[in-house]
């Protein structure tokens, strides 16, 4: 019978990001024994792509700038669809988390007053993301580990999760694999803080790690907890598209801010016809106006390439679909013309070496070529806005793979600042619950016996088929079928597919030992990609209009009926999925003031809530 | 494009060997879509080991045609495909398969080293002049090529008395931290032996981030030593008749 190791835990973390690592440190400083989980080694999440920053009103370019109109932003951002809670307690709180990196030893950069330097991003009315050049969520997750490193965490490194354990309803652990050696093993936990992030690799043009599978969507939902608003998916739209090694590869909005723009194949900047009515006023309508906000005059309104990314996306789009488009498929994005070649190396230095390296292109000498790339998601699992709780008991969830800030679509910047807020949250709940979790550990020797049995089944099956080949149709179906338009029958069709490659996805061979290797995992990896693929297309087929990140081809505006719908996504007993309209929560009247405000001298700290 | 041979050690921590497979590459491959390219299609258990594919990660460290370099960076056109390309894993460290190997040495080390210290009730105020240097450092994504190439850890395996390159970029980024009070001079000199360092230079040749290891991380952390542990006159005379072209003299010249 095949052996397999026991570790006990009062909170078991997996994922090993901004928000795993944090809801580690928040779960130590609690008191409780934390194991955290990581397919990776140490240090290499997904977070270390995060070039822009992390958004916070801390007020130190523009002291006008505080937790309400951060607030107004991110909601207007999110088209109202936000977790008005989680929102209010996000932007209260994102400043401190900041500053406690810095006192972790984080080294932002600085204005010449000496304090944390912040600047521009598309949907924030101010300077608001602390920064370090281009790599910021390298500062940030070598801090949180170097912090963690220091609290004395137990981390698991290229250690896959395969299936969570239940008992009675709650969460117990769960069952994973090195992947180094193949052997198996099983954490019996008190409480389990879901930290997996994004599920980009579902798309065949994805800025994502290979780590962003989705696991965790499927692993909460496996064991029944809700998910909320997958249709919401952010397509980045300036990834680049050409040379096609590096398709996906994300160029910084940090171009934008600082002065890059888009051009169609005539040379037409194209971003000043594509301002919605809703953001009509708030932006530079002359290229001589965008130009004097570039050189500092307040009194300019900012360029229309800073509109947020779904707008930016859909604008692209268009010129492609239009033929206007780049001979690879996308547009153009210029800095060369714009800035001095010094200037540029020293703002971007990575997007500058990135291009030079990989696509043998100067950057500050042409212009890139870019395009929409699948870059994050707004839904996820519903937690609760304060603790970060799912409605599963013992389970919580934070990061890119928890629902309910961003709505329908994510400010830039937002997503960093995400991570330690709401990382930190969750890490603090799931460790007061293991607290009061006093029996002793309880995990269903038949539950882990039939799933072992089930991950190696590939390797008992010599007639079955290529994983990767399996990977790459789910992937390019999802492109085509769900990606950044989509109408009903593409979506329709799109169900059918994945019902096919689910039945598929249990009939894989794979060869070879068990030590490292990619074949297996692969294999495992579809099954829970299928899951979350399925969620994404109901969702997707249930919202008829566009709205933020969701765009449908067929109903091409947004629908009041669905302005205050979360679609909630739920497994049946049959294993099943069906998705349910549900209303927001109300917004208390003095915040809903803030969130409408026009004129942003109204959100002063000295007047209103 | 035509047909290329790659030549990848297929094997692990008891041995193995190159085998060659014949991958039809297109324009603007690297190295490392070669390899999955492999994978999919030849070898479906060929282990490498990577994270984001766009050089901020670190973790395709691998040695091409016996240079160290990160597979997601390292253009086929960089490359004389007209001959077979040989990818092998890092040498210093064990392999555990393939092209993956066992690194957590490195983590281990790390913890040796005293974290950030604040100095207490410090106002935070730091200014961009003054960090610019820690900056450089805090760049290193860890794909431990440094490590790799350094012929104190490679040639010699000293990892008992030894920290390597990262380390010692990671002790001067808090060292050169504006706000930081903790000493850390005594354990470069025992425990972190960065006197076996005898400025090679190599590890600053292979560094991705293009980190300046040698002349701004390790240079300044060795006078720092000096200046704190030795007579600085007679360490000039050492320093003086010592040769760089026999490491075993400069290595105990400055290691005494």
Redesign the interface.
Known sequence: MESYTVHDYDVLVIGAGGAGLRAAIAAIEKGARVGVVTKSLLGKAHTVMAEGGMAAALGNVRPEDNWKVHFRDTLKGGGMLNNWKMVLNYTKEAPERVRELERWGAVFDRTPDGRINQRNFGGHSYPRLAHVGDRTGLELIRTLQDHAVKLGIHAHMETTIYRLLTDAGRVVGALGFSRQTGEFLVFRARAVVLATGGLGRIYQITSNSWECTGDGFSLASMVGADLIDMEFIQFHPTGMVWPPSVMGILVTEGVRGEGGVLKNSLGRRFMFDNIPERYKGEFAETEEEAERWLQGDRSARRPPELLTRDVVARAIRKEVNEGRGSPHGGVYLDIASRRPADYIKKKLPSMYHQFMKLGNLDITKEPMEVGPTCHYVMGGVRVDPDTQATNVPGLYAAGEVAGGLHGANRLGGNSLSDLVVFGRRAGMAAAEYAAQQTGPFQVDEAQIRAYIAEALQPFNNPQGENPFALMKELRASMQKNAGIMREESELKAQLDILADLKRRAWNTSVSGSRAYNPGWHTALDIRLMVEVSEAVVLAALARKESRGGHARLDYPDPDPNFARINHVIRRNPDGSLSVVAEPLPEMPEDLRRIAEAKDLSELSEKVGA | MPNVTFRVFRG?RQGGELKDYSVEV?????VL?VIHKI???QA????????????????CGAEVNGKPTLM??T?L?TLDTSKPVTVRPLKTFPV???L?T???WN?EV??KIK??T?APNTD?????ED?DR??EF??C??CFLCQNVCHVLREHNEKTGFIGPRFLVRTAS?EM?PLDVENRLDMLKNEGGIGYCNITKCCTEVCPE?IRITDNAIIPLKERVVDEYYDPVLSFFRRLFSSKKRPEAAQSAADD
Not at chain 2, 26 to 30: K, R, T
């Open positions: 692990d297109q324009e603007g491959m690297v879509d994978q999919a299609e479906p258990d060929l282990a490498c080991r990577w994270n984001c594919k766009a050089g901020k990660c670190g973790s997601c960076m253009r056109d555990i398969r393939d993956v066992d690194v957590k983590y790390n913890k974290p950030f604040p935070w105020i730091m200014y961009q960090v820690v900056q805090r760049k994504i860890e808090l931290h293009h």
